[in-house]
C-alpha cells in the first residue's frame, strides 16, 4: 500500500478514435496532417523510441493508435494497412 501512489501517476490513454486510420491513413496525410499529427500527439509514449515508453502499461490502447506509425519520417516503412483489408 506504501507505493499505490506510484501507480497513480502511471500515465493512461484515451482510447484512439475511430477515424484514426483514415486521417493518418495515405489520402489523410495528404490532405490533412494535421489532424494525424493532433491526435497522434496524445499517444506520443507509445512510441518513444528514446525511453519512457508507456507501451507495456498501456498495450492495447498503443496498438489502437498505430495509423500514427505513419507520421515516422522513414522511407523503409510501409504504411499501416487499413481496417478493410
Known amino acids: ?10 500515465e493512461t490513454l484515451e482510447p484512439a478514435p475511430a477515424n484514426l486510420p483514415h486521417l493518418c ?12 499529427i493532433d ?3 496524445k499517444a506520443g509514449c507509445c512510441f518513444n523510441d528514446e525511453g ?12 489502437d493508435y498505430a495509423p500514427c506509425q505513419n507520421l515516422r519520417d ?7 494497412a487499413p481496417p478493410d483489408l
Open 1 to 10: 500500500m506504501n507505493y499505490a501512489k506510484c501507480q497513480a501517476s502511471s
Open 25 to 36: 491513413g495515405e489520402f489523410g496525410l495528404h490532405t490533412d496532417a494535421d489532424s494525424c
Open 39 to 41: 491526435l497522434c500527439s
Open 52 to 63: 519512457g515508453s508507456c507501451l507495456a502499461d498501456n498495450f492495447d490502447v498503443c496498438m
Open 74 to 80: 522513414t522511407d523503409n516503412l510501409l504504411m499501416t
